[in-house]
């Protein structure tokens, strides 16, 4: 697997973006390239105070909550209904939440910054994580990560996650 990855990407990790002679790896710099070539899309809001914020809170998920994705570890084939949640994972689920509702106080919603943006890219494995181990949520943050989970692009991930022949063991080991 590793030698099929460092085919398609130097990093031997994904994601790898590949836009025809552009070959793009590490999260960000997709998202930064994206949003220079789709400019309409506005994947980073418009106006600089918005900007900011969103390069802040998706910088925090790209550089940050090491033990809440070691300890729920992202994975669209299973659900549990009562998962032990590791106890150093739970300062980031806690922080995830304040983001969440800081964005959606401040912009209005329904998505973090109003309309779809790199952010809601960055935090969507988090929502498919929530739904996984069953993460109780309030019911602004619920509707939240339902609408990203429900997003057709969402579910393409999904339907070709569920595809997947193999079980990954040790995917399914609680801390
Ligand atoms: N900082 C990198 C991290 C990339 C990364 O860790 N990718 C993981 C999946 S999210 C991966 O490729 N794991 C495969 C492996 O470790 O073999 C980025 O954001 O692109």
């Known amino acids: 697997m590793r030698q099929e990855l460092l085919l398609l990407s130097s990093s031997v990790l994904v994601p790898r973006l590949t836009h025809h002679n552009v070959t793009v790896w590490d999260t960000l710099a997709i998202a930064e390239y994206l949003a220079e070539i789709v400019p309409e899309a506005n994947l980073l809001p418009i106006d600089i105070r918005g900007r900011a914020h969103c390069r802040a809170v998706s910088g925090e998920m790209h550089?940050?909550?090491?033990?809440?994705?070691?300890?729920?570890?992202?994975?669209?084939k299973s659900t549990h209904e009562a998962f032990n949640i590791f106890t150093g994972a739970k300062p980031g689920i806690e922080r995830i939440k304040t983001i969440w509702t800081e964005c959606l106080e401040s912009y209005g919603g329904p998505y973090l910054f109003g309309t779809p943006?790199?952010?809601?890219?960055?935090?969507?494995?988090?929502?498919t994580r929530f739904h996984t181990y069953s993460i109780a949520l309030e019911p602004k943050l619920a509707a939240y990560c339902k609408r990203v989970l429900e997003w057709p692009l969402m579910q393409e991930w999904k339907a070709a996650a569920l595809a997947e022949p193999e079980e990954l063991l040790e995917l399914e080991v609680e801390f």
């Open 63 to 76: 550089s940050g909550f090491h033990n809440l994705r070691s300890a729920l570890p992202m994975n669209l």
């Open 117 to 127: 943006s790199v952010a809601d890219a960055m935090y969507a494995p988090v929502c």
